[in-house]
Structures are given as C-alpha cells and as structure tokens.
C-alpha cells in the first residue's frame, strides 16, 4: 500500500509542475493562454457531441430491444405470451333465394297477362294494404264506369280499372268516369290502366282532379306495399283462371266444332248455354 502511494505522489509531482509551467506561461505569453482557451472550447464541444451521439445511439438500441422483447406481463419469470390466432369471422350462408319473391317489374309483366278480374282484385287488394276501406262495384254487375269506393281519413276516391295493354284511355273514358263521379257523388276518382293516355285525356283529368295512374304509378304503389314478398298479392299474380266479364264465372278453353275457327281453342264461359261469352286463346 506504501509503495503505491509513493508512486501516486512521484506520477504526480511532474503533472503538477506541468501545469505551473503551462499557467506562468500564460501569464507571461498572453497569445498562448487565448491559444489554450480556444483549444479547451474545441476539445469540450467534441465531448459534447460524443456524449449526444452515445445517448442517441443508447435510447435507438433500448427501443429496439424493447420491440422485439416479449410479453411478460407482470410476473418477470412468466414465460412469453405467443398472441392466440385471430378467428376468422364466419361469413354468413346464402340466403335461398324465396319462391315468393320477384322484381317489380315481373309484376307488371303478370298484370299484363292475368285477365280484368285479377287485375281489379290486385288493385283492391293493394289499396286495402295502404290502409283504405275498400268497397268492390265492378265485376259482371253495371258499375256506372266505378269499380271500387276507397276511404280512408274520412276521404272517399272512386277507382275505375281499365287493364288495357296496348290502347290509351281517351278523353271518352274520362268524360264516362267523370260523370260516374258526379253521380255517384263522389269528389275525387283514380283511373288505372296499364297503358297510357291521350294528352286531352290527361288534360280533361287534370281540370276535375282526377288521378291518371299507368304501369309506372302502378308499380310505385305495388312497391309502397311489398307486394313482391306478399303472398296474397302474388295468388292472384300467378292465378291462371278466367273469369267471365259478362257474369263472373270461370272461363274454360273449349274447342270449336264449326265455323271458321273449326279445331281451334277459346275461352268459353263455364256456364254455357246460360252465357255465351268468349275470348279468343
């Protein structure tokens, strides 16, 4: 222990007298003491730097590690945590496309093929799932150009269907229907085809009030009432009967045993010889 220390104190006497000699100097040779002072600024701005440069480069190494490190939670000895596999989300089957279900415009496509009777029961049928009271005069029976009374509100509308495919309702039928209306008392009245109108005509219900409904304004209210999904609304659609304009009854395809159109099919009505009505097939 003595030894080091007598060596301590001879590696220290010529340090010492070093820095006397350096600070004389300067007191004596002033450019050397500003030589020094720039040295000092210079060699203490190089540690500083180092010493940013480590820190950098410490606090770059932790964050990586502690990256990749894992889990422990709270228990140190804990062995890692391996994250459990995401479960894939079941998609949903395929929902079976519903038998009683179609596009609005293969509705139109059936009005156009079911016969008058359908076509005024499906118009009843949809003003009555709007919420209307509705009251049936059409049929066989003389109508007076009214085929349903709707109410609802405490407003009565007369309905007149026309399920005409290929002509337009003409100023005729309108002026018919109107006096219908006058008659029958009613102030306001709907008239329904599936074709279209004249422009006189439109013009004629416009002036009394009159609603003019074709395929379009059909469809708006077969989509107001889901008639697609509606089972009722899709018997009467797919219903393939007949029925007599003249007395309501079934038609039934017969064959014709003379005449021109010897050999060949038509509807004839069910109650034959009592009603003779027929539509060509």
């Given at each position: ?13 010529p340090v010492i007298q070093l820095i006397a000699i350096i600070f004389l100097a300067c007191l004596i040779y002033p450019p050397l003491r ?198 009722e609304a899709l018997a009467i659609l797919r219903d393939t009967e007949k029925f007599c304009p003249k007395c309501e009854n079934k038609l ?30």
């Open positions: 222990m003595a030894r080091r220390r007598r060596r301590d104190a001879d590696l220290s006497k500003q030589a020094l002072s720039t040295l000092g600024i210079v060699l203490v701005g190089l540690l500083a730097l180092v010493l940013i440069v480590w820190i950098a480069i410490a606090f770059y190494r932790r964050a990586g590690r502690e990256s990749r490190a894992p889990d422990f939670s709270l228990n140190p000895f804990a062995p890692a945590r391996v994250p459990s596999p995401i479960p894939e989300t079941p998609r949903p089957a395929a929902c079976p496309a519903s038998p009683a279900s179609q596009t609005t415009a293969e509705i139109i496509e059936q009005l156009c093929s079911i016969d008058w009777f359908q076509f005024e029961k499906i118009v009843e049928l949809t003003y009555r799932k709007l919420g209307h009271a509705v009251t049936r005069r059409g049929g066989a029976n003389p109508d007076g150009g009214i085929d349903l009374i709707i109410e609802k509100g405490g407003q009565r509308s007369a309905v007149q269907c026309k399920q005409w495919r290929t002509r337009d309702v003409g100023v005729r039928q309108v002026r018919e229907f109107l006096g219908a209306l006058t008659d029958a008392a009613i102030p306001k009245g709907v008239f329904i085809t599936l074709s279209g109108y004249t422009g006189d005509a439109k013009h004629l219900a416009d002036k009394h009030g009159i609603m003019m409904l074709n395929q379009t304004g059909l469809a708006e209210l077969l989509e107001a009432t889901d008639a697609k999904f509606d089972p039934v395809i017969r064959t014709a045993i003379k005449g021109r159109n010897q050999g060949g099919k038509f509807w004839g009505c069910s109650t034959f010889p009592k009603c003779h009505f027929v539509l060509h097939v």
